[in-house]
């Protein structure tokens, strides 16, 4: 299983931003998928989630109402579209594929993890 994230950037604050993931090999749309994010001298922390059939959503605080976690599972795709972007927001960001099929915010519920696509908002 590989995943591909793209779609960060430099943005300014107030700025919106579509991350992508595109997974590959044994995937299938069985699992649930999830979006980290780690600043530098912090730790890796949840951003959101999607359960394998996109019923269920989960966010953090700091993002909620801002960022929407979607995906389309014909296309074995993860989006985080991100909006209202803050300088705090800055990050790298990593997708990652469950164990199972929920969404899950623990990232030791995780199995798989991208490369990460870096996200820099100025403020």
């Known amino acids: 299983v590989q995943l591909q994230a793209s779609g960060g950037g430099l943005v300014q604050a107030g700025d919106s931003l579509r991350l992508s993931c595109a997974a590959s090999?044994?995937?299938?749309?069985?699992?649930?998928m999830g979006w980290f994010r780690q600043a530098p001298g912090k730790e890796r922390e949840f951003v959101a989630a999607v359960s394998s059939s996109g019923g269920t959503t989960e966010y953090a605080d700091s993002v909620k109402a801002r960022f929407t976690i979607s995906r389309e599972n014909a296309k074995n795709k993860v989006y985080l579209q991100m909006n209202s972007l803050k300088a705090e927001d800055t990050a790298v960001y990593y997708c990652?594929?469950?164990?199972?099929?929920?969404?899950?915010?623990?990232?030791?519920?995780?199995?798989?993890w991208g490369q990460g696509t870096q996200v820099t908002v100025s403020s």
């Open positions: 090999g044994r995937t299938g749309s069985i699992y649930g």
């Open positions: 990652a594929r469950g164990r199972t099929v929920w969404a899950y915010r623990d990232a030791n519920e995780y199995v798989y």
